[in-house]
Each structure stands twice: as structure tokens, then as C-alpha cells.
């Protein structure tokens, strides 16, 4: 049974920092290419940010460019994203992907239709 669980969503003021947290299960973790989508109220999901799946290449919406930052532990199959002088925009629902590409070099970007696996998210709101 393959689990994506977020976690690190919480309430912070304009400016503040949070990271976000997805442990993955029930997947060989390093076949997938990984990815942190948004969906803010009336808004459709969107990319944010994706790695590789030996964590060298990351890539990045140009609404979070300079201010977050994903990672990835093969070790531990977690990922990350660091989110720094987040602002009220970045309000959303914030959702861990996992792409899966065995031996195929992953999307650059990720979109929704590459997804193999969606967690259920984890929530994010930003106060001014």
C-alpha cells in the first residue's frame, strides 16, 4: 500500500519560514522522481517545486523561486521543502507527488498528469 503523509503545514505571519515534510511508503523510493504541488481555495493545483530522483536537480515555479527549496533523504524516502519569507499568496493546500520513472529521466517539469501518487496534504496559511 503506497502512503505519501505530509506533514509541517501549520499558520504562520507574512515573512515567516516553514518545511514541509512527505514520508513516502510502499514505493522503492529512488525510482521515483518527486514532486510538491499547491491548491489554493478556487485556484487549480499547481507545481511548485520537483526533484530528480537522486536529488541533483531540482526545479522550481517562478512564484517560489529564491524562497523555497526541496530536497530529498533516499535513505530515509523523505522529502522536503523549505519555505522561506512566504507571503499571503502562498496560501494553499500543499501536496507531496511521486512520479515514477524507472530507469527514464523524470519530467522537467512535473505536471499533474505525470503523477503516480498524490498524498492528501498537508494545509499552509499565511497571515499578513
Known amino acids: 500500500q503506497v502512503q505519501l503523509e505530509e506533514s509541517g503545514g501549520g499558520s504562520v505571519q507574512a515573512g515567516g519560514s516553514l518545511t514541509l515534510s512527505c514520508a513516502a511508503s510502499?514505493?522503492?523510493?529512488?525510482?521515483?522522481?518527486m514532486g510538491w504541488f499547491r491548491q489554493a481555495p478556487g485556484k487549480e493545483r499547481e507545481g511548485v517545486a520537483s526533484?530528480?530522483?537522486?536529488?541533483?536537480?531540482?526545479t522550481y515555479a517562478d512564484s517560489v523561486k529564491g524562497r523555497f527549496t526541496i530536497s530529498r533523504d533516499n535513505a530515509k524516502n523523505n522529502l522536503y521543502l523549505q519555505m522561506n519569507s512566504l507571503s499571503p499568496e502562498d496560501t494553499a493546500t500543499y501536496y507531496c507527488?511521486?512520479?515514477?520513472?524507472?530507469?527514464?529521466?523524470?519530467?522537467?517539469?512535473?505536471?499533474?498528469?505525470?503523477?503516480?501518487?498524490w498524498g492528501e496534504g498537508t494545509s499552509v496559511t499565511i497571515s499578513s
Open positions: 510502499g514505493i522503492t523510493y529512488n525510482w521515483y522522481c
Open positions: 526533484i530528480d530522483k537522486d536529488g541533483t536537480t531540482s
Open positions: 507527488a511521486a512520479v515514477y520513472r524507472w530507469r527514464v529521466t523524470c519530467p522537467n517539469p512535473i505536471h499533474n498528469s505525470d503523477v503516480s501518487y
